[in-house]
């Protein structure tokens, strides 16, 4: 297990040897594995889709049940198609959420949601410039809310869903993949979690 000063929980990597903590930066710093992803195609195996995956390094965790608010600051060192740094949430092996800060097909760092239920959907929100976003995980009761920054103050709604009402076993915390390359470093600092209600999803608070 890994504990962060930032999160009030204890975390459990999938991929040990892929974490590392920067305590001068207080940075979380992770390398994805080549050719390493969350999705469930949801086509099956149509030749020329994404091939379905489950093997990407994974660092998550357990809150405790009530509202939260979660956020990070994703930065990537992109180097193939698909890179990304994402806030996870996961509940089973078909039911899960990734918010990725992701390498576009037009070689661009792209806002990109992903929701599993069964099967993957994919949202592409807009490209950013740079390589660096906020990014924030929130629940309200068994609603979940995606929010992007720019500053890590003003943020903007990107998507709202759930997974179910039961969140016993939901676990939240961070996935770095490679889906399409030979691996990539991931760093998350600015990190936060504060136990408390999000007021309203769609005033940029």
Known sequence: MITLPEIPFALTPSHPDAWQREESTKSLIVDAI????FYINPGGTQ????????????????????????????????HALFDAGVLFLWADEKHWA???????????????????QERSDDSNAYVIAGRSMWYRMSRRDHVYAFHASTDGKHWEL??????????????????????????????FDDIHFISERLADLRDGS
């Open 34 to 37: 080549a050719h390493s992803d």
């Open 98 to 116: 990734k918010f990725c800060l992701e390498f576009s097909p037009t070689s661009q760092a792209m806002v990109v949601s992903v929701v599993t």
């Open 47 to 78: 030749v020329g889709d994404a091939e379905s995956q489950n093997n990407a390094a994974t660092l998550l965790g357990m809150p405790d049940k009530g509202d939260f608010q979660f956020s990070a600051r994703i930065t990537v060192d992109f």
């Open 158 to 187: 990107i998507r709202v869903f759930s997974l179910g009402t039961d969140v016993t076993n939901h676990k939240i915390g961070f996935e770095a993949q490679s889906p399409t390359g030979d691996g990539c470093r991931v760093t």
